[in-house]
Protein backbone atom coordinates (compact mmCIF):
# COMPACT_ATOMS: atom_id res chain seq x y z
CA UNK A 1 0.00 0.00 0.00
CA UNK A 2 1.33 3.66 -1.28
CA UNK A 3 1.17 6.14 1.33
CA UNK A 4 0.24 9.24 0.39
CA UNK A 5 1.48 12.55 1.82
CA UNK A 6 0.49 16.16 1.22
CA UNK A 7 2.61 18.42 -0.69
CA UNK A 8 2.52 22.13 -0.45
CA UNK A 9 2.73 23.16 -4.15
CA UNK A 10 2.38 27.36 -3.14
CA UNK A 11 0.55 30.13 -2.07
CA UNK A 12 -2.71 30.38 -3.73
CA UNK A 13 -1.98 33.56 -5.53
CA UNK A 14 0.43 31.71 -7.38
CA UNK A 15 -1.98 29.87 -9.53
CA UNK A 16 -5.18 32.09 -9.57
CA UNK A 17 -8.49 31.95 -11.31
CA UNK A 18 -7.91 31.22 -14.78
CA UNK A 19 -4.85 29.75 -14.81
CA UNK A 20 -2.61 26.80 -14.38
CA UNK A 21 0.95 25.98 -13.46
CA UNK A 22 3.54 22.81 -13.74
CA UNK A 23 4.80 22.12 -10.19
CA UNK A 24 7.25 19.25 -8.84
CA UNK A 25 5.38 16.97 -6.44
CA UNK A 26 7.86 14.37 -5.17
CA UNK A 27 10.11 14.84 -8.31
CA UNK A 28 7.03 14.05 -10.88
CA UNK A 29 5.17 17.30 -12.98
CA UNK A 30 2.17 17.88 -11.74
CA UNK A 31 -0.03 20.51 -13.57
CA UNK A 32 -2.39 22.37 -11.45
CA UNK A 33 -5.08 24.64 -12.79
CA UNK A 34 -7.41 26.81 -10.95
CA UNK A 35 -10.84 26.97 -12.82
CA UNK A 36 -12.96 29.74 -11.42
CA UNK A 37 -11.69 29.36 -7.77
CA UNK A 38 -11.80 25.54 -7.48
CA UNK A 39 -8.29 23.47 -7.83
CA UNK A 40 -8.00 20.13 -10.19
CA UNK A 41 -4.29 18.63 -10.48
CA UNK A 42 -3.14 15.70 -13.20
CA UNK A 43 -0.03 14.66 -13.77
CA UNK A 44 1.43 16.20 -16.55
CA UNK A 45 2.16 14.03 -18.98
CA UNK A 46 -0.39 13.02 -21.61
CA UNK A 47 -0.91 9.52 -21.98
CA UNK A 48 -0.81 9.78 -25.87
CA UNK A 49 2.60 10.98 -26.49
CA UNK A 50 3.72 12.78 -22.96
CA UNK A 51 3.05 16.64 -24.15
CA UNK A 52 2.66 19.03 -20.85
CA UNK A 53 -0.75 19.19 -20.19
CA UNK A 54 -0.26 22.16 -18.22
CA UNK A 55 -0.05 23.87 -21.53
CA UNK A 56 -2.96 22.59 -22.38
CA UNK A 57 -6.60 24.73 -23.07
CA UNK A 58 -9.22 24.16 -20.49
CA UNK A 59 -12.46 24.00 -21.84
CA UNK A 60 -16.24 23.00 -20.58
CA UNK A 61 -17.85 19.75 -21.76
CA UNK A 62 -20.66 18.80 -23.83
CA UNK A 63 -23.50 16.92 -23.48
CA UNK A 64 -26.31 15.64 -25.29
CA UNK A 65 -29.95 15.24 -23.92
CA UNK A 66 -31.25 13.83 -27.34
CA UNK A 67 -29.94 13.12 -30.55
CA UNK A 68 -28.58 16.74 -32.01
CA UNK A 69 -29.30 18.19 -28.89
CA UNK A 70 -26.08 19.39 -26.94
CA UNK A 71 -25.38 20.91 -23.50
CA UNK A 72 -22.41 23.14 -22.78
CA UNK A 73 -21.43 22.16 -19.22
CA UNK A 74 -18.71 24.92 -18.03
CA UNK A 75 -18.58 23.06 -14.39
CA UNK A 76 -16.94 19.92 -15.79
CA UNK A 77 -13.94 21.39 -16.98
CA UNK A 78 -11.55 19.56 -19.55
CA UNK A 79 -7.99 20.17 -20.38
CA UNK A 80 -7.20 19.74 -24.46
CA UNK A 81 -3.91 18.08 -25.19
CA UNK A 82 -2.00 20.81 -26.90
CA UNK A 83 -0.08 18.73 -29.13
CA UNK A 84 -3.09 16.56 -30.80
CA UNK A 85 -6.14 17.59 -29.07
CA UNK A 86 -7.21 14.60 -26.61
CA UNK A 87 -9.16 15.91 -23.62
CA UNK A 88 -8.92 14.63 -20.13
CA UNK A 89 -11.73 15.28 -17.36
CA UNK A 90 -10.08 17.42 -14.47
CA UNK A 91 -11.45 15.98 -11.62
CA UNK A 92 -10.81 11.87 -13.02
CA UNK A 93 -8.75 12.19 -15.29
CA UNK A 94 -10.56 10.44 -17.69
CA UNK A 95 -9.93 10.78 -21.92
CA UNK A 96 -12.92 11.91 -23.74
CA UNK A 97 -10.95 10.66 -26.61
CA UNK A 98 -10.17 7.33 -26.08
CA UNK A 99 -11.95 5.45 -23.58
CA UNK A 100 -9.22 3.59 -22.85
CA UNK A 101 -7.06 6.40 -21.35
CA UNK A 102 -6.52 8.15 -18.37
CA UNK A 103 -4.51 10.67 -17.00
CA UNK A 104 -3.54 10.25 -13.33
CA UNK A 105 -5.63 12.69 -11.48
CA UNK A 106 -4.65 13.87 -8.07
CA UNK A 107 -6.54 14.90 -4.58
CA UNK A 108 -5.63 19.01 -4.38
CA UNK A 109 -7.00 21.12 -1.27
CA UNK A 110 -6.67 24.59 -0.20
CA UNK A 111 -5.18 25.13 3.21
CA UNK A 112 -4.27 27.37 5.61
CA UNK A 113 -0.87 28.27 6.97
CA UNK A 114 -1.99 28.38 10.20
CA UNK A 115 -3.50 24.80 10.55
CA UNK A 116 -0.59 23.64 8.44
CA UNK A 117 1.85 25.36 10.87
CA UNK A 118 -0.05 23.92 13.69
CA UNK A 119 0.14 20.43 12.46
CA UNK A 120 4.01 21.19 12.29
CA UNK A 121 4.27 22.53 15.77
CA UNK A 122 6.08 26.06 14.38
CA UNK A 123 8.85 24.30 12.51
CA UNK A 124 9.98 25.91 9.03
CA UNK A 125 9.61 23.11 7.21
CA UNK A 126 6.40 21.19 8.38
CA UNK A 127 6.44 17.56 8.86
CA UNK A 128 4.17 15.34 9.91
CA UNK A 129 1.69 14.71 6.23
CA UNK A 130 3.16 17.99 4.99
CA UNK A 131 6.51 18.27 2.58
CA UNK A 132 7.34 21.68 1.95
CA UNK A 133 10.88 21.53 1.00
CA UNK A 134 11.06 24.93 -1.18
CA UNK A 135 7.57 26.99 0.46
CA UNK A 136 7.75 29.27 3.24
CA UNK A 137 4.84 28.93 5.43
CA UNK A 138 3.31 31.79 6.87
CA UNK A 139 0.14 31.91 8.98
CA UNK A 140 -1.29 34.85 6.76
CA UNK A 141 -1.96 32.93 3.81
CA UNK A 142 -3.61 29.96 2.26
CA UNK A 143 -1.75 27.53 0.14
CA UNK A 144 -2.44 24.90 -2.45
CA UNK A 145 -1.83 21.18 -1.07
CA UNK A 146 -1.30 18.26 -3.50
CA UNK A 147 -1.68 14.56 -1.95
CA UNK A 148 0.62 11.95 -4.16
S1 LIG B 1 0.42 14.03 -26.93
FE1 LIG B 1 -1.46 14.60 -26.07
S2 LIG B 1 -2.90 14.20 -27.61
FE2 LIG B 1 -1.05 13.56 -28.46
New binding site residues.
Given amino acids: VNELHKYVVGPVSSVPPGSQRRVDVAGRAVAVFNVDGRYYALRDV??????A?SA?LVVGSFGATAPGAYLYDPSRPLVR??????EYDLVTGQSW?DAGSRVRALQVSVESGRSMLEAGAGEERVPGPYVAETVRISVEDDYIVVEA
Fill in positions: CPHRGALGCPWHGWC
